[in-house]
């Protein structure tokens, strides 16, 4: 796949051959481009949400287990960016209500949605997903075709 172009392109797309699920959609990204998408501060949501009007998405942000305080389930402070393997170092959260629950014991992987809200995830489902090249501009791998057998990326984000 060639290089993204540096500069804004709406709806670049380019197909992919097969869905991904998260730890799939973090080899891609790491490949590609630098990760999957982290979020700093509710600015870095804001630029997204303009152009991000797409189901839920895979980003970088999952649960780590061995970082659980408690028995309980899990903590926010069990959340790690898959980039830097470290909790946010802003603060910064986004969960849709309800979440982060941990469902069935199950969900340790983070989707966002069009209205910027976070939820937790099984993992290893197919889902759209967000990428990043660590200069502020984010990639939106697309497997809403009817198919459901390729993906599209475009860039969203300068």
């Not at 600015?43 to 895979?58: C, E, P, T, V």
């Not at 959260?93 to 989707?111: F, L, M, N, R, V």
Request: glycine share 6%; hydrophobic share 30%.
């Amino acid at each position: 796949m060639p290089h993204a172009p540096q500069w804004y392109v709406p709806f670049s797309w380019r197909p992919l051959k097969w869905p991904y699920d998260w730890r799939e959609a973090q080899r891609y990204c790491r490949e590609k481009y630098t990760d999957l998408a982290t979020f700093d501060s509710l600015d870095d949501l804001n630029r997204l949400k303009a152009d991000f009007s797409y189901g839920w998405a895979w980003f970088g942000l999952h649960d780590d287990p061995a970082a659980w305080k408690t028995s309980m389930g899990n903590e926010s402070n069990s959340w790690r960016w898959s980039a830097t393997g470290k909790t946010s170092t802003t603060g910064y959260q986004s969960w849709d209500i309800d979440s982060p629950d941990y469902y069935q014991g199950k969900e340790t992987c983070a989707a966002l949605g069009g209205g910027g809200l976070w939820k937790d995830e099984i993992c290893n489902i197919a889902n759209s997903f967000l990428c990043f090249n660590g200069k502020n501009k984010f990639y939106f791998m697309d497997i809403s075709d009817i198919s459901f057998s390729e993906y599209h990326t475009s860039q969203i984000t300068e």
